[in-house]
């Protein structure tokens, strides 16, 4: 069974007209989660790569098992105000507002090449603010892993115009 027949569908969530794709079937799966960890890895292992970032929360999980398959640290981007030591932060827009998201100052060293990792790419703006913080701190990204991308939502679009490659498992057209 392929990575996408692992993935939950949930119709109207957050809001009606949204179909929000639920990786958590496909991690409690070993052989789904072997799949994915085993596919987002296989697609970086020939890069050379120092450090793997994931972003809260489901980008946690995937990045940091994906950073133990390439024998690689792993850097936390995470929402403001939830690291406990200095942060660097970058501010970015949501439909219904504005957010951030931050990572520890001395979690990528200047030259550091870094693979980003998330769980699902839509608008891109979550991974478009991480970019932004790793090269701040002087991270070099190596790309962007996501299990899922909604193509039609423009995320894809927006990292690649960033300069980067967006490797995803599987894309949902239409959504």
Known sequence: MPIKSRIRTIPDHPKPGIQFRDITTL??????LRLAVDGLADAFRDCAI?????????????GAAV???LGKGFVLLRKAGKLPYQT??????LEYGTDRIEAHV???????RVLLVDD???????CEAAIRVLEALGGEVVG???VVD????GGRRRIEALGHKLVALCAYEGD
């Open 27 to 32: 991690l409690q799966d070993p052989i789904g």
């Open 50 to 62: 120092d450090k793997v970032a994931g972003i809260e929360a489901r980008g946690f999980i995937i």
């Open 67 to 69: 950073a133990k398959e």
């Open 88 to 93: 660097l932060g970058f501010d970015y827009e």
């Open 106 to 112: 001395d979690a990528v060293s200047p030259g550091e």
């Open 120 to 126: 699902l790419v839509a608008t891109g703006g979550t």
């Open 144 to 146: 962007v892993a996501a």
């Open 150 to 153: 909604l193509p039609d939502v």
